[in-house]
């Protein structure tokens, strides 16, 4: 039972459950953005949103493939509006704010592994390091 109190209150799984809570509250207001702005939009400039309607026969079989067709529309509505409202944004705040933060580390020459700057040994393959004389560039942000 320790394990399992322990594997409950370790720092990752609470995270991820503050995450799960925040993406669901999140995709109501996508889900909101999308039905009751951004579809009346589609609407007004082309015509009616919904294509549920749209149906074809197969024998005595009806596919709906309106219905495919609405969840698609509304996947690339979603998508869209999470990338450039949310993932566009964000990016540049970090590329902004990683502009600004001074270089602490460097690559170690020997395994490629990140040591801070001033180390003159690397903590992971014990290498002998130069000094740095000059500050590296800045790391862009990935």
Known sequence: ????????FHGNVIDLAVA?????????????????IITPLIAAAGG???FSALKVGLGSTT?????????VIS?????????FLIVAPA??????????????ERPCPECLSTIPIKA?????CTATLPPTTAPAAPVAAR
Not at 75 to 83: C, E, H, L
């Open 75 to 83: 996947f690339i509505i979603i998508a869209a509006v999470v990338y």
């Open 20 to 36: 799960v809570v925040m993406g669901v509250a999140f995709n109501e207001i996508v889900q909101a953005l999308v039905k009751y």
């Open 63 to 71: 596919i709906d493939y309106g219905l495919l067709l609405n969840a």
């Open 91 to 104: 990016g540049k705040v970090m590329a902004f704010s990683q502009r600004k933060k001074e270089v602490t």
């Open 48 to 50: 009616t949103p919904n």
């Open 120 to 124: 003159t040994r690397c903590m992971y």
């Open 1 to 8: 039972m320790k394990g399992f109190r322990t594997f409950l």
